[in-house]
């Protein structure tokens, strides 16, 4: 496979926000997100064998292992690397961008499936497989980045299409004001968790970390 950086470090999103995590970035992407914090990942990596990046997680005494991008499911391998984290008995939480189809991962045993689904903003909200939503599951997650309130009513119409089984954040850009965000949850009532990126208030956008 072709790793972008293998690390640890908090968990700043999501259902394992605050959690020690083995993070495994894979390089390549099939979007560019126009807020994208992640360029550097688009082309630069290494290929690493799955029985080597299986060695370097190791020596990390840490059974949370976050798979993330660029877009993880563009690389055949990312199955089986998965299917080896299993085996090894490794809690799995994998990062898609919502864009391709995620059946072929569902269902198994200790992966927690995080959707993402792209809103205006991003100027990739069009590239979306929409029916993924359909197949998350009581333990995955799905996440809606939002800038601005076309972003928020674009994902609040989303989820009122469909009767979700997992829960639901909502995440400001990185540098806009979650406190609007924030007030748009509690005006409309959404069943929605307020997502902070905890990773980046304590050491911003350094790599790695």
Not at 22 to 38: A, E, M, P, V, Y
Not at 124 to 132: E, L, P, Q, R, T
């Amino acid at each position: 496979m072709k790793i972008n950086e293998i690390f640890y470090s908090i968990q700043g999103e999501g259902r394992w926000s605050g959690s020690q995590n083995i993070f495994i970035r894979t390089t390549g992407c099939n979007l560019r997100c126009s807020f994208c914090d992640t360029k550097y990942a688009y082309d630069d990596g290494t290929e690493i064998s799955i029985e080597k990046i299986m060695k370097t997680i190791s020596k990390y005494k840490c059974k949370y292992v976050c798979l993330t991008g660029g877009e993880p499911l563009t690389q055949d391998e990312t199955i089986n690397l998965i299917d080896a984290l299993i085996k090894k008995k490794y809690n799995i939480c994998l990062e898609t961008n919502g864009s391709i189809n995620i059946e072929k991962i569902c269902g198994k045993k200790s992966l927690m499936i995080s959707l993402d689904i792209k809103c205006p903003s991003s100027k990739m909200h069009k590239k979306m497989n929409i029916s993924n939503i359909k197949k998350l599951g009581k333990n995955d997650q799905l996440k809606f980045v939002i800038k601005d309130k076309k972003d928020y009513d674009y994902a609040k119409k989303i989820i009122s299409r469909y009767k979700l089984v997992c829960p639901v954040f909502f995440q400001p850009v990185y540098g806009t004001n979650p406190k609007f965000l924030a007030e748009w949850i509690l005006k409309d009532k959404l069943n929605v968790k307020l997502g902070l990126q905890i990773h980046k208030i304590i050491w911003g956008n350094k790599r790695g970390v």
